[in-house]
T-cell receptor
Framework: SQELEQSPQSLIVQEGKNLTINCTSS?????LYWYKQKYGEGLIFLMM?????EEKSHEKITAKLDEKKQQSSLHITASQPSHAGIYLC????????????FGSGTQLTVLP | DADVTQTPRNRITKTGKRIMLECSQT?????MYWYRQDPGLGLRLIYY???????NKGEISDGYSVSRQAQAKFSLSLESAIPNQTALYFC??????????????????FGPGTRLTVL
């Protein structure tokens, strides 16, 4: 079965700083999904990257997919307190789009 | 109104009790999922359903059962709750495969979660 490892597990940054979260898969990535979760709430879809070295941006958040490394990175530019939360990556491990496997999440704290 | 709703939002129960968590959606999606979230373990899939007659076990289905009463409703039951089932439970929906450049994809929409505590 596919496993997704996220790093770091937690991150504390000062407001205005840039940061990167990584998601590495044990198998080929057919689709990589990034979600954000505020404490005690549901997951909000951020963006999805498909196989092919794709890069997408949403406001100040950019995600890239490196298919050779079986890895995706999420980069936040000029972080704000509103960026705080848990970021989870999810992947379609076999290309069937039947289900997603999720990483354990990265807890981001942004200090004002 | 929220597209995916879960009831109850919080529940405290005792070991051995039967518990039902309910999920309703107004998105018109065929696919529905139940996950549990534990600290440090991310989300793990319990059951998923692609339509009313199609129900599948996920990674951790033991101790759980589900019912898809209608396209819009998907319930999760714990027949005899035990303390290690204490977790945050999420329901999700998906429209199903939409063809992308390199194949189908499966964007999922999540409910707000149910915090279950089994004493």
């Amino acid at each position: 079965s596919q496993e997704l490892e996220q790093s770091p597990q937690s991150l504390i940054v000062q407001e205005g700083k840039n940061l990167t979260i990584n998601c590495t898969s044990s198998k080929t990535l057919y689709g990589l999904y990034w979600y954000k979760q505020k404490y005690g709430e549901g997951l909000i879809f951020l963006m999805m990257l498909q196989k092919g070295g794709e890069e997408k941006s949403h406001e100040k958040i950019t995600a890239k997919l490196d298919e050779k490394k079986q890895q995706s990175s999420l980069h936040i530019t000029a972080s704000q307190p509103s960026h705080a939360g848990i970021y989870l990556c999810g992947a379609d491990g076999d290309g069937s789009a039947r289900q997603l496997t999720f990483g354990s999440g990265t807890q981001l704290t942004v200090l004002p | 109104d929220a597209d995916v709703t879960q009831t109850p939002r919080n529940r405290i129960t005792k070991t051995g009790k039967r518990i039902m968590l309910e999920c309703s959606q107004t998105k018109g999606h065929d696919r529905m999922y139940w996950y549990r979230q534990d600290p440090g373990l991310g989300l793990r899939l319990i059951y998923y359903s692609f339509d009313v007659k199609d129900i599948n076990k996920g990674e951790i289905s033991d101790g759980y059962s589900v019912s898809r009463q209608a396209q819009a409703k998907f319930s999760l039951s714990l027949e005899s709750a035990i303390p290690n089932q204490t977790a945050l439970y999420f329901c999700a929906t998906s429209v199903g495969v939409r063809e992308g450049r390199t194949g189908g994809y499966n964007e999922q929409f999540f409910g707000p979660g149910t915090r279950l505590t089994v004493l």
